[in-house]
């Protein structure tokens, strides 16, 4: 059975366009140089940078032998991506559900809280 095609970025996708959102534009060779030694061979960076590409996340030009990506999704974008993928798996859609359930799991100080507090009283 064909693995159904993810609408959010896997963790070594993800991996890959840290590296293009830091230098802008890089060749596979650029890529495989910034991620830390031996991680991935060139021919798994060239075959995830083509997958990005036809997930609509980077794009392409040649110059001289070498294929030159880009990204066409900055990283808030994928971010906000993320986050509706979340809210719709998840949490029907209910971004209250999404709050409520990180305030209930997650380890906030009195400084998050604070910051939260204005957040919301300045979106009201």
Do not use: C
């Not at 798994?44 to 030009?61: A, D, P």
């Amino acid at each position: 059975m064909a693995r159904r095609k993810s609408e959010t970025l896997t963790e070594v996708e993800l991996e890959l366009m840290d590296v293009l959102w830091d230098k802008g534009a890089a060749s596979v060779t650029d890529i495989v140089e910034a991620l830390p030694e031996e991680r991935l061979a060139y021919s798994s960076v060239l075959t995830m940078m083509r997958i990005l590409e036809q997930k609509g996340y980077v794009t392409h030009e040649k110059e001289g032998r070498a294929f030159i990506y880009r990204p066409l999704v900055n990283r808030r974008e994928a971010q906000q991506s993320v986050i509706g993928y979340l809210l719709r798996r998840f949490f029907d859609n209910s971004p209250e559900q999404l709050v409520v359930n990180l305030l209930e799991h997650e380890n906030l100080g009195p400084r998050d809280v604070k910051r939260l507090k204005k957040m919301i009283s300045d979106s009201e």
